[in-house]
C-alpha cells in the first residue's frame, strides 16, 4: 500500500534519474517522451486513487481515522514532543490536484518536446519538470504542515531553476532570482506558523490538529492562519508579493503553463483549503485573506488592460485569478474556491500554451529566413521584432487556425462566456460574494469587466486584422506534439463546468469528506448580470482596438502608464527598498568592510610588519652582539633586584 500511495511521486523521480544520468545520450525525443511517459503513469496511478475513493463509501476511514488512503513511509524527527513522520494522504482534495497536476503536467511535457526543440540544455529542462511535477505531489499528498513545507520549498526552488532557465539572458536570471526572493519571503511567516501550531497544538499533523481545535484561544489562532496566510500570499502571487510572478513570464512557455498557471501559484489556495479548520475559526483571518485576495483581482485586472507582452497579460490575469479564489477562500465558500482553481487550470494553461504557439509561429519566419555571415553570427531580412509584442501581430487567425480556435476558447472561458468553465465557476464565487462581503463582490464585479475587455483586446491585436509584421505575414501553425495537447485542453475549458454545476454539483458531494460546506444554488439574476458584462467586455475589447494603432502609445502617459507599470508597484518596492538596500550594501561594502574592518586588520597587521622590521637590525648573525645584548639583560636583571 505504501508503495502504491508514492507512486506517483516515485515515477516523475525515476524519469529525472534517467535523463540526468543519459540524457545527452539518448538524444531529444527519447528525453521527452521518458519524461512524459513517467508523468502519465503518475497521472495513471492518481486516477486508479480517484476510482478507489469514488467506490469506497464516503465515510470510510483509514488507520488514521480520516477518509481516504494512508501511507507513513518512516519515522524523519523525533526530538522531545516532536515527532514527525514522512507520512501521506491521499484523499478527495489531495487526488484532484493530483490529477491536475499529473493530467496537464503530462500535457505540458508533450508540448515542451516540440516547444524545447534544438535547445542545447533540452535534458536538463525535462529534469527540472520532473523534479517540479515530484515536488509538487509531495506538497499536495503530505499528511502534516512539515512534509508539506518540504514540497513548498521545493516547488519553489524548480520554479527558481524554471524561470532563469535561459539564464544567460540577464532579465531571465533577475526574474528568477526575483521570483526566489519574493516567495521566501512569504516563507518566513509560513515558518512562523508552523512553529506557533506545533507550539500551540502538540503536533504538525493535519488529523492531530484538526481534532484537537475544540478551547483554543482564538487570538492564537487568528495569529496562526495570518501566518500561514503570509505564506499563501508569496506562493500565490498576491498583493504585496505578487510582483514576481509578471516577471516570470521571462522562462519558457511550458514553465508558464504548468508553474504559473495550472498547480504552483495555487500552492496557497490548497494550503488554506486543506486548513479551512483552522481559517474558520479566525473570522478577523478570514476577512484579511478575502480584502487581500480581491485588491490583486482588481490592481492585476486593470493592469493588464494595458500590457503589450502577449503573456504578461495572462501573467497579470493569473494573478487576478488567483484572487478570485483566495477571497472565495476568504469567504468560507471553499468549495467555489476550489472550483475556480480546478477550471482556470484547463483554461489557463490552454491559453499559456496557445500564446506559445503563437510566439513559436511568428519565431518561424527568423529561423527560416536566418543566414549566416563569415562570422557565424545571424542575419535576417528585415529588422528584429519581438515576436511577444501583440503590436507585432495580427491576422493569426488564418496563418495558425488551431491554435487560434483554441486560444478563443480559452479567453471565452476566462472571460466567462455561459456554458464553458469559467462562467460556473466564477460565478459561483460571485453569488457567494454577494451573500458576504459586498465591497469583495464590487471588487471582483470589477475584474470580470476588466478581464473580458482585455480577453477581446487580446484576440483583436493577436488573431484579426492585417498581419503588420512579415514574421505575423509569414507565421506558420505549430507541430502536432503543440497541437494536440492544446485541442485536449480546449475540451477540458468547454467541458470543465460540468464538475460542479449550480444546485450541489459533483464536486460538491466529492470533497464532502473533507469540506462540510452548504450547496449554493444557481442565481439566475447574477448569471445574468455577469453574461452582459462578460459579452459587453468582450465586444468593448473587440471594438476598441479593431484598429490596432490604438494601442502603439496609449502606455506612454496618464492612467495607461499607471496601468502599464501595474500601479506602480515595482517601483515603489525599487525607491523604497531596493535602492536603499543597494545603498546600505555599498557603504558596508566599501566603507564598513574596506575602511574599518579591513583596515583594523590590515592595520595590525602593518603595526606587526613594522615592529618585526625594527627588530630585524639587531639580528646580526655576529655572536659577539648576541653576548653583548646577554651581558646587558643581566646588568639590568640585576639592577633592578
Known sequence: MELFILSPILFPLLGLLINASLGKRLGEKAVGWIASIAVIASFAVSLMMFAQLGAAPATEGG?????????????WITAGALNVSWGFTVDQLSVTLMLIITGIGALIHIYSIGYMHGDERFPRFFVYLNLFVSSMLVLVMADNLLVMFVGWELVGFCSYLLIGFWFKNIKNAEAGRKAFVANRIGDVGFVLGILLTFVTFGSLNFDSIFGSLAGKDVAVITLITLLLFVGAVGKSAQIPLFVWLPDAMAGPTPVSALIHAATMVTAGIYMMTRAHALFELAPTTQTVVAIIGALPAFVAGSSALRQYDIKKVLAYSTVSQLGFMVAAAGIGAYV????????HAFFKALLFLAAGAVIHGMEHYRHSHASHDQAGLDRHDGPEVDPQDMRNMGGLSKKMPVTFVTFLIGGLALAGVPLLSGFFSKD??????????????ALLAATALFTAIYVGRQLALVFFGAPRTQDAEHAAESPALMTVPLIALAVLAVIGGALNLPGGGWLHHWLEPVITEPATSFNLLIAGIFTVVAVAGLAMGL???RNPARAQHEADAGIGNFLYRAWHFDDVYHAVIIKPFYVISTVCAQVLDVGIIDGIVNGVGKVTRNIAGGLRGIQTGFVRNYGLVMLMGVVVVVAYF
Open 63 to 75: 488507520e488514521h481515522g480520516a477518509p481516504g488512503l494512508h501511507a507513513t513511509i518512516l519515522p
Open 336 to 343: 467555489a474556491s476550489h472550483f475556480h482553481l480546478l477550471t
Open 428 to 441: 459561483e464565487i460571485m453569488a457567494a460574494a454577494l451573500e458576504k462581503n459586498i465591497l469583495v463582490f
Open 543 to 545: 471594438s476598441l482596438y
